[in-house]
């Protein structure tokens, strides 16, 4: 089945800092989501990109489908951005089942 | 708009005991429903899926079952819990057509068999 890696598996940043999170995923997707947990364990949707870009305030995320991998930049961190990342793919013959890769977790220091 | 509950929040359970989670989505019709269990505070694996009433996939054998006895209404539950059950157990929806919409979670119920 298809594999999806992200890394780095932990990052650790002072608040202010950028930073760019990685998907690699093994084989073609229907879609691709990024999640972000926060230490509560609730589980938010920040993008929904199967492939280009797309921006949210201080969060961006770019899918470049034919290579396989998808980022997820995060500007001017913020302690409320620490928690754990989630990259998520819909494989082409998923039957409705996303992939998930094991995370990043982010801790932003103030 | 549409919101998703789930609940309890919190339990610790005996070995051997029952389980039942109830997860309800308001605002939309017709939603996929979803179990997932988070074991290690990272990656989640999917329990079960739900395209309708009555219509239950299970992704992996296991201990647990689930029902959709209403459209909007998620039930996970375990006749006998087993230690290895404890977990942070997530609830979810998407519009119909499959994964291939956004999906929305629940605030999640952390489970603690004892």
């Known amino acids: 089945g298809i594999q999806v890696e992200q890394s780095p598996p932990d990052l650790i940043l002072q608040e202010g800092a950028n930073s760019t999170l990685r998907c690699n995923f093994s084989?073609?997707?229907?879609?691709l989501q990024w999640f972000h947990q926060n230490p509560w364990g609730q589980l938010i949707n920040l993008f929904y990109i199967p492939s280009g870009t797309k921006q949210n305030g201080r969060l961006s995320a770019t899918t470049v489908a034919t290579e396989r991998y998808s980022l997820l930049y995060i500007s001017s961190s913020q302690t409320t951005d620490s928690g754990v990342y989630f990259c998520a793919v819909e494989a082409r013959d998923s039957n409705y089942q996303l992939i998930w890769g094991a995370g990043t977790k982010l801790i932003i220091k103030p | 708009s549409q919101t998703i509950h789930q609940w309890p929040a919190t339990l610790v359970q005996p070995v051997g005991s029952p389980l039942s989670l109830e997860c309800t989505v308001e605002?939309?019709?017709?939603?996929?429903l979803y179990w997932y269990r988070q074991a290690a505070g990272r990656g989640l694996q999917l329990l079960f899926y739900s395209v309708g009433i009555g219509q239950i996939s299970s992704e992996v054998p296991q201990n647990l079952s689930a029902s959709r006895p209403q459209d909007r209404q998620f039930i996970l539950s375990s006749k006998k819990l087993l230690l290895s059950d404890s977990g942070f157990y997530l609830c979810a929806w998407s519009r119909q057509g499959g994964a291939g919409n956004t999906i929305y979670f629940g605030e999640g119920s952390w489970l603690t068999v004892v």
């Open positions: 084989d073609s997707v229907n879609n």
């Open positions: 605002g939309t019709s017709n939603p996929n």
